[in-house]
Structures are given as structure tokens and as C-alpha cells.
């Protein structure tokens, strides 16, 4: 950690370069002695970042970034927001596996006390400087292995959470037996220390697959932020013995999270009707149908269904507590009287449940991408292949 980037001139002239790419501050020479050009465009990048990902870090004056992976890697901070919502008030904290301290930030709002492992000790350096900065000075930052910590010491915490690394010798991993560390190898431990365990996956994790690893689970979190699925959260309770629910979450960047919750025996136990498209159109929010949240939806929010396997739902009025986008439905076209259509559009194009991908249906009937106007190809109750010609409803 160079303490020179932390100069009010340094950090001056990060500020007045926002515009700059790093890459090509990389290139120029660095006006300060102390301070080299790859390091100004470490933390130019960093900065960058922060603004739409981490605000109240770009907001601080002083923050210092750390490298590009670990910034890909932190938590952004409206989920680790979120996430500081599932622990107790003045509960005791363990973040294994800290990194740059975004989500030991927000845990440690609610919490007593966290304690923030980390094994980079630059990294660790850094994450005690912003937290300081920052005000969290009842967290505690340990430059080591978070989990020989945590087997070393005699304390035991009401919390432990744990976001194994998904990047393993420069490959991407998902399944959590391939992340480092093994989640699986070391519940034991994690059980003995703590009372309830939070593990973070990556979106694209295969949940029934991980559920039928993981013991004494509670509850499953799938985070969205603008109809992008960002993280899967897996609750584990030492004494827990019941249902796994699940929590579709809808985090809006500045407002508050639209969520449904449900148990598989409420998805398996509704009977959906199902109907050709009426005048609006429902598309569920990521979240939802990462969670397997199918015919629930239906029964929730009264809608009918297209197709057992076409995950979109149709009513003939506007349901305004529905997660997700709603379309109004300008007209319905087989797919058949579609192919005849020789005048060019311009559209969203979208699929359901269809045969042709988005790409190969723009580039087959020389659909130009984009305007306001949306295509749904999908199947409909009686397996038909309709077209739906759509407008978002704001």
C-alpha cells in the first residue's frame, strides 16, 4: 500500500482525470515522484468502478481501491446492503473470506463486532484503512487464513459468512466443491463456531444440486439488480429443521428490495390455468426464475400461463405489485403468418420456450436490435409458435 496515492495532489488528480481511461493513464508519465503511472491507473480504475458499484466509496474522499480482481470480486453495495439485513442487531460477526470489506462494512452496521479475515495483506491493509475511514472502527482486521483463525480461537460467533473464491488456478468455477475454500470439507468446523452460516455463490450455481450438498439450510437468497441475477445466498441454522424457503429479491440501485417468498411444496402444489395472450404481458425478474419460482408466480399474482413450459404470464389487467417487467400487447401473430413478413422491423426480440435463439431470429428475419418496441417468440397453450407484438408498460 503506497501512502502516497493518499496525497490531497494525488487524489486531486484522480478526481480531475474521471474521463481518462486507465489504460491510457498507464502510458503517460507520473507527474508525482512517489507515486508511478501504474499505480494512478490502479486507482483511476478503482474509482471508475466505485461510482456506479460501490457510491458511498466514491463518495468518501480518500478511499484507496485495491487491484482490478479484487474489485470485480467485492460485493456491490446495494447487495451487501441487503445482506446486512439477515443477521440480528448486536449479533458477533466472522467475514472468512473479507477481501476489500464491502460486505464486512455493511454487516458491521447491524453487528457488534466483525471480525474481517483476509489473506493478501495488502489487501488487508487496505481494508482496515477504509474501514477507519469510513467510521467501522469496531471492525477488526486479521491478515490471515479466515478459517485456521476461526479453528485457532476459542470465541464463537452468531454469524459466519463466507464468499469462496470462484477463480481457481485462472478458471472460473461454480459448483461449490470446486471453490476455494471447499465449503463442503469444512461445514463441520463453520458448524461447531457458529449459529448460523452464510454462504455466497455465484449466479450461476445449480441450487437443487447445492441444496442436496448442504445441511441445516434455512433459507436461499437469489439477489437481482436490474433483471440481473448477482448473487445466490444459501442461510444454514445449526438447529434448523423445517422447509427451505426461498427468496426471489429485486434490489432496485437506489430504492427498496420487491421480493416473494415460497417453499417447493407451495410451486409444486399450485395448478396454473393457462391462456392464449390476453392484453398484458408479464416477464418475472431474474430472481424469480432462478429461484424455480414457476407456477407460483401464477397463483400468486393471478395470472394465466402461457405454456407449462413458457415462463411468461398474461392477464387482462395490470397487476403493479408483479417483480418484473409488464408489456401491454399490441398484437398476436403465429409464427407462421410471421415468417411472411418481408418489411424490415426494429425491436426488442426476446424468447420463450422457442426454438430459435434471439440472435438467429434478428439475423433470419432481419430484425434491427433496439427502439421501443419488444417481440416475444414463444409457445402458446396448445404449443402453437406466436409472435407477440409488445410495449413496455414504465
Known amino acids: 500500500m503506497n501512502k502516497a496515492i493518499l496525497d490531497k495532489e494525488v487524489q486531486h488528480y484522480l478526481r480531475a482525470h474521471l474521463a ?19 499505480e494512478l491507473a490502479s486507482q483511476l480504475d478503482g474509482l471508475k468502478r ?15 481501491f485495491p487491484s482490478l480482481l479484487a474489485m470485480e470480486q467485492a460485493s456491490s453495495e446495494r447487495t451487501a446492503q441487503y445482506k446486512s439485513t439477515l443477521i440480528a442487531k448486536e449479533s458477533t460477526l466472522i467475514d472468512l473470506t473479507a477481501g476489500f470489506g464491502v ?27 477504509n474501514h477507519h475511514l469510513l467510521g467501522a472502527d469496531h471492525i477488526e482486521v486479521i491478515n490471515g487464513d479466515g478459517l485456521a483463525y476461526l479453528a485457532a480461537s476459542a470465541q464463537k460467533f452468531d454469524v459466519a459468512y463466507i464468499d469462496p473464491s470462484r477463480r481457481v488456478k485462472q478458471q472460473k468455477v461454480f459448483r461449490l466443491q470446486d471453490c476455494e475454500p471447499d ?16 454462504i455466497k455463490a455465484a449466479p450461476l450455481l445449480d441450487i437443487k444440486g447445492a441444496l442436496a450438498l448442504l445441511p441445516l439450510v434455512s433459507d436461499v437468497y437469489i439477489l437481482s439488480i436490474q433483471n440481473e441475477c448477482k448473487e445466490i445466498l444459501f442461510v444454514l441454522n445449526a438447529t434448523f429443521q ?25 410451486e409444486q402444489a399450485c395448478t396454473p390455468s ?27 399474482y393471478a395470472l394465466a400461463k402461457l405454456h407449462p413450459h413458457t415462463h411468461l404470464y398474461t392477464a387482462d389487467y395490470v397487476n403493479e405489485s408483479f417483480i418484473g ?17 418481408k418489411t424490415p422491423l426494429q425491436a426488442n426480440v426476446a424468447t420463450r420456450n422457442f426454438p430459435l435463439k434471439p440472435d438467429q431470429l434478428k439475423k433470419k428475419h432481419k430484425i434491427k436490435d433496439g427502439g421501443t418496441d419488444y417481440l416475444f417468440f414463444c409457445t402458446a397453450p396448445n404449443t402453437e409458435l406466436l409472435v407477440l407484438f409488445c410495449q413496455k408498460i414504465k
Open 20 to 38: 481518462t481511461s486507465p489504460a491510457d493513464l498507464a502510458l503517460r508519465k507520473s507527474p508525482f515522484p512517489m507515486v508511478n503511472a501504474p
Open 103 to 129: 460486505d464486512s462494512y455493511y454487516f458491521s452496521k447491524r453487528a457488534k463486532k466483525v471480525v474481517h479475515c483476509e489473506q493478501n495483506s495488502e489487501l488487508a491493509q487496505i481494508a482496515a484503512y
Open 325 to 341: 417487467r409488464c408489456f401491454e400487447i399490441t398484437k398476436v401473430q403465429s409464427y407462421a403468418d410471421f415468417k411472411k413478413h
Open 183 to 198: 465449503i463442503l470439507l469444512h461445514l463441520p468446523l463453520l458448524l461447531s463456531k457458529a449459529e448460523q452460516i452464510i
Open 242 to 266: 423445517g422447509m427451505v424457503h426461498f427468496h426471489g429479491i429485486a434490489l432496485e440501485p437506489n430504492g427498496v428490495a420487491a421480493s416473494i417468498t415460497f417453499t417447493t411444496a407451495q
Open 50 to 64: 466505485s461510482q456506479k458499484k460501490l457510491p458511498l466509496w466514491f463518495d468518501t474522499p480518500g478511499i484507496y
Open 274 to 300: 393457462y391462456h392464449r395472450p390476453q392484453q398484458y404481458l408479464y416477464e418475472p425478474d431474474a430472481a424469480l426464475l432462478k429461484a424455480g419460482c414457476f407456477k407460483f408466480i401464477a397463483c400468486h
